[in-house]
Nanobody, 126 residues
Framework: QVQLVESGGGLVQAGGSLRLSCAAS????????MGWFRRAPGKEREFVAG????????YYADSVKGRFTISRDNAKNMVYLQMDSLKPEDTAAYYC???????????????????WGQGTQVTVSL
């Protein structure tokens, strides 16, 4: 079992930055691909970023490429999402996602996700 707890959300002005953190429990964290999804009010959940089990590969949605950076620290069981140049359209609940296994490919579809955090709200004002 893996439990995921997000933190770091909040209210920020457009152009500002936030850093989301995801603390993972469980001994198998370092063997799992991880990622972030988000859901804005009235919209479908969408993929934001993903990172392979060893941090060697990262994946980003086109909408955040160049502005967001995903990273992980396996020694601390942590995943991070650094969000810069935030826009009002980035407003959403952000969810940490844990993959079912290291060999399951990260895609924009949540089919590879076995564990979800409870979410943290990010609001970007004009």
């Amino acid at each position: 079992q893996v439990q995921l707890v997000e933190s770091g959300g909040g209210l920020v002005q457009a152009g500002g930055s936030l850093r989301l953190s995801c603390a993972a429990s469980g001994r198998t964290f370092s063997s799992r691909n991880m990622g972030w999804f988000r859901r804005a009010p009235g919209k479908e959940r969408e993929f934001v970023a993903g990172i392979s089990w060893n941090g060697g590969k990262t994946y980003y949605a086109d909408s955040v490429k160049g502005r967001f950076t995903i990273s992980r620290d396996n020694a601390k069981n942590m995943v991070y999402l650094q969000m810069d140049s935030l826009k009002p359209e980035d407003t959403a609940a952000y969810y940490c996602a844990g993959g079912s296994a290291s060999w399951v490919t990260i895609t924009s579809s949540p089919q590879w996700v076995a564990y979800w955090g409870q979410g943290t709200q990010v609001t970007v004002s004009l």
